[in-house]
């Protein structure tokens, strides 16, 4: 079974310029989470969709990040236009429906997205 | 295979006892991070730990790096039924290249 999956792995922009990150979850995965790491500190939460809706948003950073999930599939998150404080590692993780007892409702990270901003 | 090995799997304790769960890599780490993630919701922040034999405590749980940063443990002292929920290491096995433990699923009985 395919695990998480993000693209891209790298992404290298100057400031100003648009960058959109991909992130296909898990198949059958409800619940998707979108993190970002800047600079060695530890991750930090941006938003959470349950299907196609988004449940908690309030890690998003201000209105130059936007974030979708149509369908209830795979996401993007959309950075427009960046800064230099953009820069770090975009993480997504999915999850099955917790309201599931048979499901174990962990977290299933991808490898990340590291975007630069020069 | 794993580049981070998190044990057990799961765990089942009666509330009130002490419990340890490892996070254990092949390489030297960059820098070691512990997360729990509660019932239906993402994840929680819970210490940070980058110099070899540093501990970090917060409330009653305290986690150790090794002094070779390649080995780290989470204790949780007098758990309680909130304590429950699943927990991951994340570390940089490169510099800011950070990989995932499979977790460790607490359950605290009453």
């Known amino acids: 079974e395919a695990g998480v999956t993000q693209f891209p792995s790298h992404s290298v922009i100057e400031k100003g310029q648009t960058v959109t990150l991909r992130c296909d979850p898990i198949?059958?995965?409800?619940?998707l989470y979108w993190y970002r790491r800047v600079m060695g500190k530890e991750i930090k939460f941006l938003l959470h969709?349950?299907?196609?809706?988004?449940?908690?948003e309030s890690g998003m950073p201000n209105n130059r990040f936007l974030a979708e999930r149509t369908g209830g599939t795979y996401s993007t998150l959309k950075v427009q236009p960046a800064e230099l404080e953009d820069s770090g590692v975009y993480f997504c993780?999915?999850?099955?429906?917790?309201?599931?007892?048979?499901?174990?409702?962990?977290?299933?990270f991808g490898e990340g997205s590291r975007l630069t901003v020069l | 295979s794993q580049e981070l090995e998190q044990s057990p799997q799961s765990l089942i304790v009666q509330e009130g006892k002490n419990l340890t769960i490892n996070c254990t890599s092949s390489?030297?780490?960059?820098?070691l991070y512990w997360y729990k993630q509660k019932y239906g919701e993402g994840l929680i922040f819970l210490m940070m730990?980058?110099?070899?034999?540093e501990e970090k405590s917060h409330e009653k749980i305290t986690a150790k790096l090794d002094e070779k940063k390649q080995q780290s443990s989470l204790h949780i002292t007098a758990s309680q039924p909130s304590h429950a929920g699943i927990y991951l290491c994340?570390?940089?096995?490169?510099?800011?290249?950070?990989?995932f433990g499979a977790g460790t699923r607490l359950t605290v009985k009453p």
């Open positions: 198949s059958g995965h409800d619940n």
């Open positions: 993780a999915s999850s099955q429906d917790w309201n599931d007892r048979l499901n174990t409702g962990e977290l299933f």
């Open positions: 994340g570390a940089d096995i490169l510099p800011h290249d950070m990989r």
């Open positions: 390489k030297t780490l960059y820098g």
């Open positions: 969709f349950v299907k196609e809706s988004k449940q908690d």
């Open positions: 730990l980058q110099k070899g034999g």
